[in-house]
């Protein structure tokens, strides 16, 4: 069996519960250094979490002789830069979602992992979750019928950090290193699990705006889509609604009943038909990435096979560039 040694580039909230520990639960897996800018951010999250090696600089990580394998962590202006990287030195590499900051960087990460036959996998763990197995499965099964088309909705009021100085909002609100507004980094989730049901989405419009005025990015998004299956789908994501308005759900609607569920709040899935409305509760592990990790490492060790690679990412961001305008 080959042995994983991990080099994390990166060490921010992310990797503390929702993917760091995943690492290290998985036979023949461990991380064996970790790099961050800041040294003692680094220092510190590697001596807190037993780890030997840290670094400032991710190439010194990459040449380590002791890694082979790279997760990158980082916000996502930098993931094509660090996965190439990792590529061009022989090393696979997990990114973080979304892939990257544009569809463009997208493309370019494909071209060097096809060019290396190095592989990438991204950290669209939903995929892999049992509630989000769940509800494929009922829509799989035909449970509510024929379906007629979907609807994603999402509402938040603004965070404490929005009201934030320009140059001290947080870096998802910063496009040049986040790709676009909250819509960039959440609506990134919610159409990778409608495509993973329904297919590669092959056209989007939308209409982007900043409503409540607290900073430049978008707060404010409505779109609409179409499947390659032909299905068609709507969205609207606000980031500066009242209490009243918030809201994360995703209802799909069939000819035979309807479905909904939530994508952050793992509220209990409704199935509604002829027979009443059905409240399903589906738990998920305590490190919501160990189902996609320990895929990537079964991959990675000959055992298994992994889809969630940076191909098959790479439609969310085109999907979402397009109803931004960006392309």
């Not at 960087?105 to 991204?122: L, W």
């Not at 297919?199 to 900043?210: F, H, K, P, Q, R």
Request: charged share 20%; aromatic share 10%; net charge negative.
């Amino acid at each position: 069996m080959k042995i994983l040694k991990w080099g994390f580039i990166g060490c921010g909230e992310v990797t503390e519960k929702k993917s760091g520990p995943a690492f290290s639960e998985v036979e023949g897996s461990g991380v064996v250094a970790v790099m961050c800018r800041h040294e003692s951010r680094a220092r510190t999250y590697a001596i807190t979490h037993g780890i030997p090696k840290w670094y400032t600089d991710a190439q010194q990580l990459i040449d380590d002789p002791d890694v082979n394998a790279i997760y990158v962590a980082t916000p996502p202006s930098s993931h094509a830069t660090y996965a190439i990287m990792a590529m061009k030195a022989g090393k696979p590499v997990y990114v973080e979602k979304p892939l990257a900051a544009s569809y463009e960087d997208c493309a370019r990460i494909n071209s060097i992992s096809e060019r290396t036959g190095v592989p990438c996998f991204v950290a669209y763990y939903r995929r892999y979750l049992p509630y989000f197995l769940r509800v494929k499965q009922i829509v799989d099964e035909g449970i509510i019928g024929r379906i007629l088309t979907v609807q994603v909705r999402f509402a938040v009021p603004p965070r404490e950090l929005d009201y934030s100085h320009p140059e001290t909002l947080p870096w998802r609100l910063q496009p040049e290193i986040s790709g676009g507004g909250y819509f960039y980094d959440l609506a990134p989730h919610q159409l990778d699990l409608l495509q993973t049901i329904f297919g590669v989405i092959l056209d989007a419009e939308g209409i982007s705006t900043n409503r409540g005025h607290y900073y430049q990015a978008e707060d404010t998004v409505s779109a609409c889509f179409r499947f390659e299956n032909g299905l068609s789908g709507s969205g609207s994501w606000c980031f500066v609604a009242h209490e009243s308005a918030r809201e994360d759900r995703i209802e799909i609607i069939g000819d035979k009943g309807k479905l909904l569920f939530s994508v952050f709040d793992y509220a209990p899935i409704q199935l509604h038909t002829s027979e009443g409305i059905q409240q399903i509760v589906v738990p998920n592990p305590p490190y919501v990435q160990f189902p996609l990790i320990k895929n990537v490492i079964e991959h990675l060790q000959g055992l298994a096979l992994c889809t969630c690679t940076s191909v098959s990412a790479t439609p969310v961001n085109w999907a979402m560039d397009r109803i931004l305008g960006k392309i």
